[in-house]
């Protein structure tokens, strides 16, 4: 029974150990963090890690000895004696230390992360408002207004506002801070430094309905020359077709129940329940991280939307394929 | 050791089974209130649940066994994963225990029944009929969908149009009504229907558990009851309690859940480590190190779980000087966690173990616990939370305090009572396969769920896309899960097999301390022929032979004579703190009016449920018309 029992303690503890370093790879870990406020909390973690090894060794190997060893015969006060002592020391004394260290080390990483200590005034304002099931993104300041993807630039403080006139969302993106809720009624900030360029992915992280899963985000953390330029380009109007089928679209598109949710500016589809669409061109996937933005997906979600996501909001409207082709190239060229 | 039969011998008393026995036929199953029927009856109904929500998650690890596979669809997924923790945690976990502590709480006080026994059919009925309730919702396709916390908005009538979240907020308002009765019960039983001498502290460890639970229970159901009473008059009677446009709070209802919820999981995992406890110092062959640490800390665990709620709320953007304060609470509740360990520890340490079935049930608890506990402190510390709140760290995390910690004490406390209640005992070998493919199973399923969640799987996703780092470890958790549940099958067939054809027990197979085991296997329907005198922790250990009350022991006896057209069906009762003789209780005849109150509610939340003024109505007068009769046929006021 013992040695078996040794057995299983040895194999499950060198898994332990070895699964949870393979935790740190993986493309979205909070292990591979890229922002100050994400290194924090991964040192948090690596901290309760390393104690939690510990205790984990140490209690384990309390129990294989207790149940393996042959009881001494001591008189009954000694024995007594003892196991109070056992008792203070090990499951008072040792684990208020060991909760001590971690209270200490939460409250720091808590301070540094909460909303009080970061400066108000972060150069770069976003407000993120929470649809179903997509991410409605506005830049206050430049008058931006996209969907599912957020540009911010390297090394600056970015300030997410948060709100939600539906349900309860979560923003989460790993490997830049923890989540924060979206809740109806009330606004919530997130803040991150970013300091690498790249391409992270974010998701709800609160249940939000039937697709919650498809309710995914990009951020991309761009240079200071490459965040300028995207966001004169977001400013600017929709570009006009120059070809004959992108200008059937478009007006197919005014003249559709389409401009009745979508917003092109500079056109008169002025629609606000579903995503902006002046710039659909330039994201990189569609209906929040469901499909790849191809003109090929992008007929498929025209043609049959809700078996691409189904219980999606935007509705299946009856279009030929002349008038599907009419609409992608339309929307195709909408860099 | 043989029991003396005392008072079966005096020529003018009627002999027992005339007393004692339920009726035959139908009418004697839907009217018994003999505690250790209804204990079993909680226990095979909430495994019948158990094994429903774990055939639900089979279901889900198949859907996520592959990345954008097409199993389920996504509002079946959402119904799976709602109704799985939903029975879980309302139809299995909670009233297993409870039938565990109706079953074998009397017993262990030396006593004849609980101290309200037609209230104790009436819980089990209420029950059966909330689960039936719940889910009958598979049958009309609108099972609950909104998670098992059911978090508003989205279960306000504006996002979720039909009758799915009636079932799980009617549901849940009804089921509490089991719970409350059941914790009032336990609370009367353990405080004047323990034998004489069992002083408070001689209290079995496990009864303290259930004494701590039942105190939690009538302090946090209520919150419960309040969070799903408003969501369904926002729904039902479109009031706004959670809704925001006119007034209402989101968080509200989050803080009423939550001031439940957090108890609810030491609701739940008190009476596991209760079992963990005793089973502990049976297989030791040694007293419980540290008693008054132990039960102490049941009181401490009581205590401090209602201040930690709000660390289910980290990520709801309060101010950090709050979620500060919860955050430390919720560390200090660690510390009695602790305390156990070492108790645990120093009983194993003292004697010598022996390792049947239920022991390696609760040396694996040791082994899971420990791991969820560490992983229960983690997610407390507040910027580590938001990482991995609503992560699959997290489901990990409540996998291994949910079914590690409590799931297994209960395996284990099935092959341990098993044979008090059957006279049989279960099959060893069959019952060690059982539990290493369970342990095993167990963590294939969850440990890999830390490391999802880490590397950003969140919870309630019903499908993902390839190459996120998570199709291989998904596969992994799904192979386990089957392993897990061949393991917990293996138990079923253990039963199913021995319960009749095992070794005979004999009254106390494992050598064990405690009265249960001082009676026949399985006890006569009056459980002792006489009260037990205790003057010792671990009596059937110290005291040799166990003394019986006698009936010079006046007033601990049963009159020699009744009063004409009386019953004896009577049961000492003791003062609640030393124990000493207090006079009689006179346990209530079997009825069919609790069965029928009980109907009487099903028919009043089906009104509730259709919002039809008839059938309510119907219920009520149902109900009222039973309940009149059940306050007067009373045999205690009878002359």
């Not at chain 2, 719970?179 to 609370?187: D, K, Q, S, W, Y």
């Not at chain 2, 009043?604 to 009520?620: N, P, R, S």
Request: proline share 6%; charged share 15%; glycine share 8%.
């Amino acid at each position: 029974m013992s040695r078996w029992f040794w057995r299983a303690v040895h194999v499950g503890g060198s898994s332990i150990v070895v699964l949870s370093l393979a935790a740190c790879s993986g493309p979205h870990s909070m292990l591979s963090p890229h922002s100050p406020e994400g290194r924090s909390i991964a040192a948090t973690w690596w901290l309760m890690f390393a104690m939690a090894v510990v205790v984990y060794i140490v209690v384990t190997a309390l129990v294989v000895i207790a149940i393996s060893r042959r009881p001494a015969n001591v008189p009954d006060e000694r024995r007594h004696r003892f196991e109070n002592r056992f008792i203070v020391v090990g499951g008072l004394a040792l684990p208020v230390m060991i909760l001590a260290i971690t209270a200490i080390a939460t409250v720091q990483v808590a301070n540094e992360l909460s909303p009080a200590s970061a400066s108000a005034e972060a150069p770069v304002q976003i407000t993120v408002e929470g649809e179903l099931w997509w991410w409605r993104i506005e830049y206050p300041n430049e008058h931006v207004v996209t969907a599912n993807e957020i540009h911010v630039p390297i090394g600056q403080k970015v300030d997410i506002k948060l709100v939600s006139d539906n349900v309860i969302h979560s923003l989460w993106i790993p490997e830049l801070n923890g989540k924060q809720d979206l809740v109806p009624g009330q606004v919530n900030h997130l803040r991150f430094t970013a300091d690498k360029v790249g391409r992270f992915d974010g998701r709800c992280a609160e249940f939000c309905g039937i697709q919650h899963a498809r309710m995914e985000f990009i951020v991309f953390v761009d240079s200071a020359d490459d965040y300028r330029s995207w966001i004169a380009d977001n400013q600017a109007s929709a570009a006009q077709p120059t070809d004959g089928s992108g200008q059937t679209g478009q007006q197919l598109f005014e003249t559709s129940s389409c401009a009745g949710c979508h917003t092109i500016v500079g056109t008169s589809a002025q629609g606000s329940a579903g995503p902006d669409l002046t710039h659909v061109a330039s994201r990189k996937t569609l209906a929040a991280g469901t499909i790849d933005n191809t003109p090929e997906r992008m007929a498929a979600w025209l043609d049959h939307t809700q078996s691409l996501k189904h219980g999606a909001l935007m509705p299946e409207v009856d279009l030929t394929k002349q008038q599907i082709d009419a609409l992608v190239a339309y929307l195709e060229r909408l860099k | 050791m043989t029991i003396e039969p005392l008072l079966r011998t005096e020529p003018e008393l009627p002999e027992p089974e005339h007393v004692w026995s339920d009726r035959p036929g139908l009418f004697g199953f839907f009217t018994t209130v003999d505690h250790k029927k209804i204990g079993i009856r909680y226990i095979v109904t909430s495994f019948t649940f158990f094994f429903i929500a774990g055939l639900m998650a089979l279901v889900m690890r198949a859907q996520l066994a592959q990345p954008n596979s097409n199993v389920v669809s996504a509002e079946t997924y959402n119904q799976l994963f709602t109704m799985h923790g939903t029975i879980m945690i309302f139809l299995f976990n909670t009233p297993v225990l409870f039938g565990f502590g109706n079953y074998v709480m009397p017993l262990m006080l030396g006593s004849r029944d609980m101290a309200f026994p037609r209230l104790n059919a009436f819980g089990y009925w209420v029950f059966l009929g909330s689960g039936v309730f719940m889910l009958s919702s598979f049958l009309f396709g609108a099972a609950p969908d909104g998670g098992w916390f059911a978090y508003v908005p989205l279960t306000e009538k504006s996002f979720s149009h039909g009758v799915n979240l009636d079932f799980w907020g009617l549901g849940v308002i009804f089921t509490g009504i089991s719970t409350t009765v059941g914790a009032i019960n336990f609370i009367a039983s353990a405080f004047k229907l323990r034998a004489p001498g069992m002083t408070v502290n001689r209290i079995p460890l496990l009864v303290w558990a259930f004494i701590a639970t039942a105190f939690m229970v009538i302090f946090a159901v209520p919150s419960l009851t309040t969070a799903a009473g408003l969501l369904e008059a926002d729904r039902l009677f479109g009031t706004a309690f959670y809704r925001p446009s006119n007034g209402g709070n989101v968080l509200l209802y989050q803080h009423l859940f939550w001031f439940w919820g957090h108890p609810e999981v030491y609701i739940l995992f008190l009476p596991a480590t209760g079992m963990v406890t005793t089973m502990i110092t049976v297989f030791s062959r040694h007293r419980t190190a540290g008693y008054v640490w132990v039960a102490s800390s049941f009181i401490g665990v009581a205590f401090i779980s209602f201040g930690v709620w709000v660390h289910h709320m980290f990520a709801t953007g309060m101010p950090t000087q709050a979620t500060g304060m919860f955050a430390a609470a919720s560390f200090i509740v660690a510390i009695p966690s602790g305390i156990m360990y070492m108790c645990w520890i120093g009983t194993m340490w003292g004697g010598r173990v022996r390792f049947p079935v239920p022991m390696l049930f609760a040396l694996g608890f040791l082994v899971i616990f420990l791991l969820g506990g560490i992983t229960g402190v983690m997610v407390a510390s507040l910027p580590f939370d938001l990482q991995v709140h609503d992560t699959y760290f997290v489901v990990a995390h409540f996998h291994y305090v949910l079914n590690g910690a409590v799931v297994f004490p209960i395996f284990g406390a099935l092959y341990y009572w098993m044979p008090k209640m059957t006279g049989h005992m279960l099959n060893e070998r069959l019952g060690k396969w059982s539990f290493w493919t369970m342990l095993i199973g167990f963590n294939v399923t969850f440990f890999p769920m830390h490391i999802l969640g880490q590397r950003g799987m969140q919870r309630r996703i019903y499908t993902y896309d390839k190459g996120l780092g998570w199709d291989f470890l998904n596969m992994i958790v799904s192979i386990g899960s089957v392993v897990f549940a061949v393991g917990t099958g293996l138990t079923l067939l253990n039963i199913a097999i021995y319960r009749k054809r095992g070794a005979v027990a004999g009254p106390n197979p494992w050598g064990a301390d405690t009265l249960e085991w001082s009676t026949e296997s399985p006890p006569p329907e009056w459980n002792f022929d006489a009260s037990p005198v205790v003057n010792s922790r671990h009596p059937l250990w110290d005291q040799q032979p166990l003394p019986y009350v006698t009936a010079s022991d006046a007033p601990l006896t049963e009159p020699a004579e009744g009063p004409a057209g009386t019953s004896l069906r009577q049961v000492a009762v003791t003062t609640g703190f030393d124990a000493k003789g207090d006079g009689h209780f006179r346990v209530p005849e079997p009825s069919i009016a609790p069965a029928i109150v009980g109907i009487g509610l099903f028919v009043v939340f089906v009104g509730l449920l259709l919002v039809g003024a008839v059938i309510f109505w119907v219920g009520v007068v149902v109900g009222l018309a039973a309940l009149t009769y059940w306050a007067w046929h009373c045999e205690i006021d009878k002359p």
